[in-house]
């Protein structure tokens, strides 16, 4: 069976560009970057290079980027890191800022979002204290694509003198970013999201800005992050930046559009215009994601539901919940996720298969009943 | 999209793994679901390190993986948590509280297994689903009518459980093992080479992995914000008079003798729980003799119903061995009396009464107060 894959917002594929750059450094140039010798020199112009080549994907200074394992870890740093009293953040983050703020120990205010699922600035401003030490907002959300306005908020925090951070794990690679315009202190990125390998992230950390290391050890990565550095992994994160490959929203709206032409009652979850350029988030009424998910894999096409918890098992997801859908829409609900090596026939075999499907279920689903 | 589709529904079990294999090796295109029902980290009172007889952990779910892979079958793990909350637990629950004693098996096999979980599988594209029960499905050439009978392997047969089947469920419903004996099983699971081969069978319920579900119920009420000293009170004689006081009626069943904590010299039996006086009822042993009583929500499987006074043979819990019995029809369809020709010790409410004429399972209902 051919498969195709529409799930980009979990992990893509390593290019073969980027693996290009990955594998000699794993074989070739594995000195240990804090070496003296030639191996140790090779292995730290690869590190520096990598440094480089995301600084400028994102507009900011080489030694402002810290390389750590991922995403997850870089929101951990930026949270446990600035040792905030209080934070404010919002109530679509993911995992790894949610559960981490609730670790910390701080005084955490969730900020709600509308059914667009968009932040609106002056919820945020009403929230800041005086003790209030951090907010964390996501540039892109993983579920729903928004984009939230993260400038806005940052001005905000700086007239506040309040640190700022974004999670900007879906953003970076699939919209154009710079920190510096965005105005955050902290941001985090995660290589798996951009065609590299798992297990690289990078944390974004404006000059200046005092943060506290989570692990203990060498004087690695500015003493912000101790370990032998990833060299590899860096350098895979880097090439990924400096080959970054902008989507427009061609095939998304194709595949949007093709399916809420072809079959009623599907609404399209969040802001239609504020969307990275690759998601989109459908609602099928009077059908279990969960049995579509299922069923689109047996044909062949790879596409998620909610967050998958630690046995493989779909709940609701928490995104869906905060802009204001009921727990049954939630679950009656789809992310497709594109990348670059999608197609107009895959999206079209898609729209074919989502449409079997979903008239399928619909007929099993006593709950369904026609509003056309 | 695949004709003929055979969903195995997959707990991890040598039973159900077993079912894969065989199905898969007979030619079928299967795919393998796993139910997440209950997530046992959920109340740490009762919390078991036991090894075996733990629906839904972690290790269940790897297990059934494993086998999948090693058939070389797509495999899910499906969420039926909120539905088996309200489908099973909560009822388990408040019949406990209602002094009776509820088989959740059941429950869960007329209302998730059979049901919500079936519709799951034919919504994915499986027209039918097998599973590891114990039980075989005919279907009478000229009726047309499915019919169940008693697995070959009668130790292990599980009908009892399966009284609530409807014959829709029964058209679309596969029991594999049902003409084999479980030592064939084990030795299929082997040659087949599944991981599972040598895996212990699960004893208790699956979301009572200790088996204590008076402590269950309590951990539960606490978790929901719930007084459990709400049912608190005396335990009686059957004359009425104050013996002792108990610590909640869920903490009884009808024939227990252990935990009532009377300093008597007779051997006392629970002869009935009271939920409204909240009182527990003790006796002798002869007290908990009973011939008659009467079941309703009555299912008839392998017969359309009853008209006339007919025998049967009647098994009122799972180890009970079926025994000779009058059933009557009353003017409720659903309701049957139950007359056996020899009183039978602790007839339970809340259990199941399953009618047999010999291997075949007429039908059943739930035994009343």
């Known amino acids: ?372 | 999209m695949s004709e003929n589709l055979l969903a195995v529904a997959m707990s991890g079990g040598v039973d159900s793994s077993v079912v894969a294999g065989l199905m898969h090796r007979r030619g079928r295109k299967i795919v393998g679901l796993t139910m997440q029902l209950w997530n046992q980290r959920r109340l740490p009172e009762v919390q078991s390190d036991a090894a075996t007889g733990r629906c839904c952990s972690l290790d269940d779910v790897y297990d059934a993986r494993m086998v999948a892979q090693h058939i070389g079958i797509p495999y899910y793990v499906v969420n039926f948590e909120d539905r088996f909350e309200e489908q099973v637990v909560k009822p388990f629950v408040n019949e406990y509280l209602a002094g009776r004693t509820p088989i959740p098996c059941t429950l869960c096999n007329n209302f998730i297994k059979f049901d919500e979980f079936l519709e799951m599988a034919e919504g994915v594209g499986a027209q039918q689903m097998a599973t590891g029960h114990y039980a075989q499905i005919t279907q009478d050439a000229v009726s047309g009518r499915y019919q169940m009978r008693k697995s070959v392997d009668t130790t292990k047969d599980q009908t009892y459980f399966l009284f609530g089947l409807k014959q829709d469920q029964m058209a679309r419903t596969l029991f594999p093992l049902g003409g084999f004996n479980k030592t064939e099983v084990r030795a299929l699971a082997h040659e087949l080479g599944l991981p599972t081969a040598d895996k212990g069978d699960s004893q208790e319920i699956c979301f009572v992995p200790n088996g204590d579900y008076a402590a269950f119920i309590d951990a539960y009420f606490k978790e929901q914000g719930i007084d459990t000293g709400a049912t608190r009170g005396e335990i009686v004689n059957q004359e009425g008079r104050v013996l002792g006081e108990h610590a909640g009626v869920h903490h009884f069943t009808v024939g227990q003798r252990k935990g009532l904590r009377l300093s008597v010299p007779e051997p006392l039996y629970v002869i009935s729980t009271e939920p409204a006086t909240q009182r527990v009822v003790v006796g002798a042993n002869d007290g908990l003799l009973k011939a008659s009583f009467f079941t309703h929500d009555v299912n008839w499987i392998s017969i359309p119903g009853i008209h006339t006074p007919t025998r049967a043979h009647v098994r009122i819990r799972n180890k009970h061995i079926p025994a000779p019995a009058t059933l009557t029809p009353t003017p409720d369809p659903q309701r049957v009396n139950v007359h056996f020709d020899e009183p039978q010790r602790a007839v339970t409410p809340g259990q199941g009464a399953v009618f047999y004429d010999g291997d075949l399972v007429l039908g059943g209902g739930w035994i009343e107060n």
């Open chain 1, 1 to 372: 069976m051919n498969r195709f894959y529409f799930d980009h917002n979990a992990t893509t594929p390593v290019s073969p560009e980027v693996l290009d750059v990955y594998l000699p450094v794993l074989m070739e140039d594995y000195g240990n970057a804090s070496s003296i010798h030639h191996y140790g020199q090779i292995a730290k112009q690869k590190l520096e290079t990598a440094r480089r080549q995301t600084a400028q994907l994102i507009g900011c200074g080489p030694r402002e980027v810290v390389f750590l394992s991922g995403g997850t870890e870089a929101n951990n740093l930026a949270i446990f890191g600035t040792k905030p009293r209080h934070i404010i953040t919002t109530a679509i983050e993911h995992p790894s800022v949610l559960n981490t703020c609730a670790q910390q120990g701080a005084d955490v205010t969730y900020v709600p979002v509308g059914s667009s699922g968009l932040v609106d600035p002056d919820d945020i401003r009403r929230a800041i204290r005086p003790d209030t030490g951090l907010i964390s907002v996501m540039h892109v959300n993983n579920e729903i694509g928004t984009i939230q306005p993260i400038s806005e908020i940052a001005g905000l925090a700086r007239a506040a003198g309040v640190l700022m951070h974004s999670d900007g794990v879906q953003a970076a690679g699939r919209i154009p970013v710079n920190v510096n315009e965005l105005g955050v202190d902290l941001y985090s990125m995660s290589a798996h999201k951009m065609y590299a390998p798992k297990g690289t992230g990078a944390l974004y950390v404006r000059k200046g800005t005092p943060l506290e290391p989570m692990l203990y050890g060498g004087r690695h990565e500015q003493q912000r992050r101790a370990g032998t550095e990833n060299v590899a992994g860096a350098a895979a994160l880097g090439a990924a930046c400096a080959m970054v490959e902008w989507m427009d929203g061609g095939l998304r709206d194709r595949l949007e559009q093709g399916i809420v032409d072809r079959i009623p009652d599907v609404t399209v979850n969040g802001d239609y215009r504020f969307r990275s350029p690759n998601t989109t988030n459908l609602c099928f009424d009077g059908v279990e994601g969960e049995s579509l998910v299922i069923a689109l894999d047996l044909r062949g096409f790879a596409v998620s539901t909610g967050s998958a918890c630690s046995s493989g098992a779909v709940e609701p997801s928490h995104v869906l919940i905060a802009i204001g859908l009921p727990a049954q829409k939630a679950k009656s609900s789809l992310r497709f996720s594109l990348g670059r090596a999608n197609t107009v026939e895959q999206v079209d075999g898609l729209i074919e298969a989502v449409c079997a499907s979903v008239a399928h279920l619909r007929r099993l689903s006593p709950a369904y009943i026609s509003h056309v």
